[in-house]
C-alpha cells in the first residue's frame, strides 16, 4: 500500500515538474489578431474585385428571374388550359415545368453553388490579395516575435480582445498602406 502511494505521489510530481516549464512557456508566448477584411477594404485592387464578382452576379440573377418567369407563365397557362389538355398533352406539359424547374436548379448551382463559378472566380480573384496579406502578417509575426496571429474576419469569435494586439495596422504599414484611412 505504501509502495503504491509513494509510486503515486513520485508519478504526480514527475507530471508535475513536466508540466511547469510548459505552463511557463505558454504564459510567454504572444498572441495577436488582424481583421484582413478592413486590410482588403483599403486595397484598391479588392473594390474592382468586388465590382466584378457583382456585375457577373447580376447577370446570373437576371437569367435566374427569366428562368423564373418562364416557369410561371407555363405553371398559368397549364392552369388555365389543364382541363382542355389530353392526358397525354397533360403529362407533356407537366415534364415540360418540371424540366424547367430542373434546369433553374441546376443553373444555381452551377454559378452559385459550393463549385459554382461565382466561388471558383471569387477564391482565383481574392488569392493574390490574400496571399499578399498572409506575406506581411508572416514578416510582421516574426519581426515582432508572435506564436500566434488569429484573424478575426475569419469566423474566429473573439468575445474580447486587448486592441495592443491587434496587427491589421502593422501588416497595412509592412504592405505600404496607410492604417489611418480605416
Excluded at 51 to 61: A, F, G, P, V, Y
Excluded at 76 to 90: C, G, H, I, P
Excluded at 160 to 173: E, K, R
Amino acid at each position: 500500500m505504501r509502495r503504491a502511494l509513494s509510486y503515486t505521489m513520485s508519478a504526480a510530481l514527475a507530471i508535475s515538474l513536466s508540466v511547469l516549464p510548459a505552463s511557463s512557456d505558454a504564459q510567454n508566448q504572444k498572441i495577436g489578431f488582424i481583421d484582413s477584411e478592413v486590410i482588403m477594404e483599403q486595397m484598391p485592387e479588392y473594390s474592382g474585385i468586388e465590382q466584378r464578382l457583382s456585375l457577373m452576379s447580376e447577370n446570373w440573377r437576371r437569367e435566374i428571374a427569366e428562368i423564373e418567369n418562364e416557369i410561371e407563365e407555363l405553371e398559368r397557362d397549364f392552369e388555365a388550359r389543364e382541363v382542355l389538355f389530353t392526358d397525354e398533352v397533360r403529362e407533356q406539359r407537366i415534364n415540360e415545368i418540371n424540366n424547367k424547374r430542373d434546369q433553374l436548379e441546376r443553373f444555381i448551382e452551377e454559378k452559385f453553388g459550393p463549385r459554382g463559378e461565382y466561388f471558383e472566380l471569387q477564391k482565383e480573384l481574392l488569392e493574390p490579395i490574400q496571399r499578399q496579406i498572409f506575406d506581411a502578417l508572416e514578416r510582421v509575426a516574426e519581426r515582432d516575435q508572435f506564436d500566434f496571429v488569429f484573424d478575426r474576419a475569419q469566423d474566429s469569435r473573439f468575445l474580447i480582445a486587448n486592441s495592443q494586439w491587434n496587427l491589421t495596422d502593422d501588416v497595412m504599414l509592412e504592405m505600404g498602406m496607410d492604417p489611418g484611412s480605416n
